[in-house]
């Protein structure tokens, strides 16, 4: 099912409520052409289920990843992400944009 | 974020009132602010040009970034008319995001079966509207084509802060129409807010294609400038 601004944080809220592991992610940070506007949300569970997104797709697998991290740890952290040269050992973005992820744990 | 938080917010965003999420992206303190209490606070300034154009950002208060989370309501579409070109505007309304309300009074057309998954209001349109409300994150269309439905709620709309008025019919139909809606007290500056003919000029023939130009059109009303409350402040 399609995922709306609503479902996405009533979602992320449902998933804690039934005891599942949470983060939230948020675009907190765009620079030049970027698929996402800043606030844009990523709703992620201990298991990798998501709903929402951070980009067109392109940073969505790294971002779940570290997302698992942060409700395994409980530490907040921002993720950076530029054109996939730059950072080349992570996902970047074809569009050449650049974009800032704040990811927090539902706790 | 504290799920006590989430639940406030996600209760505020089901009451259709604005919020402001403030996160310190250093220390990981965070706090909701509810658009009532935006005038109290320090960042008032900050908070209330979130709110009004309903963008959020990252912005430096005694040398701490703070990152600004703005909750504005889900943009509702309230479709006057339960329609053959209100069943496609429908689910494509509700794929784009929006929270679609239907009203009218006749309960032939204003069926579940024909309007599966969406608000569906069988009543005249000024008493649902009354009830329901109608702000600055909502656009009505009128779809009926009969002046008795339509005109109470383009009455109403044009009472509210609507980002978007639009009714059906021809120029013949709308200049019929604006002869009513001026004997009814209308000031003809308001009136010409009402997009009619209704939707994009893209040659629509079908419903569905009809519900494509609508929606095109109030996306457009919703993303290409600023809401009339924006930029008109306050209506006297």
């Keep these: ?107 | 974020m504290r799920l006590d938080i989430l639940s406030r917010l996600n209760a505020e965003r089901a009451a259709r009132r604005a919020a402001v999420v403030v996160t310190d992206l250093a220390t990981h303190e965070q706090r909701l602010i509810l658009a009532a209490e935006v005038e109290a606070d320090p960042l008032a300034e900050a908070l209330g040009a979130g709110l009004r154009s309903g963008k959020s950002g990252t912005v430096q208060h005694e040398g701490r970034a703070l990152f600004i989370a703005v909750q504005v309501p889900p943009v509702r579409l309230v479709v006057i008319g339960a329609v053959h070109v209100s069943q496609a505007l429908a689910p494509m309304a509700k794929l784009a995001g929006l929270d679609v309300t239907i009203v009218d009074p006749r309960t032939a057309f204003a069926t579940p079966e024909r309007f599966p998954d969406v608000t569906l209001l069988p009543e005249w349109p000024d008493a649902a509207l009354a009830r329901i409300g109608l702000d600055r994150f909502t656009a009505v269309t009128a779809l009926t084509h009969d002046p008795k439905i339509d005109d109470p709620g383009l009455d109403a709309a044009l009472r509210a802060e609507c980002f978007y008025i639009g009714a059906l019919g021809s120029r013949k139909t709308h200049a019929a129409r604006v002869s009513r809606l001026l004997a009814a007290g209308h000031a003809e500056a308001d009136i010409a807010r009402i997009h009619a003919p209704i939707g994009l000029d893209i040659g629509a023939v079908s419903p569905a294609e009809i519900a494509v130009s609508v929606l095109g059109q109030v996306v457009g009303a919703l993303r290409r400038k600023p809401t009339r409350a924006e930029t008109a402040g306050p209506r006297p």
């Excluded at chain 1, 950072?87 to 074809?94: D, E, H, I, K, Q």
């Design chain 1, 1 to 107: 099912m399609m995922a709306t601004d609503d479902d996405i944080l009533a979602g992320a809220e449902a998933w804690r409520r039934a005891g599942r592991g949470v983060a939230l992610a948020t675009v907190v940070e765009t620079w030049g052409s970027a698929p996402r506007p800043v606030g844009s949300h990523l709703v992620v569970d201990g298991e990798g289920n998501f709903l929402g997104s951070v980009s067109g797709g392109c940073v969505e697998g790294d971002v779940v990843t570290e997302a698992m991290d942060v409700i395994a740890d409980g530490a907040p952290r921002t993720l950076d992400f530029g054109v996939a040269d730059e950072t080349a050992w992570r996902v970047g973005l074809s569009c050449g944009g650049r974009i800032k992820v704040y990811v927090e744990r539902v706790d």
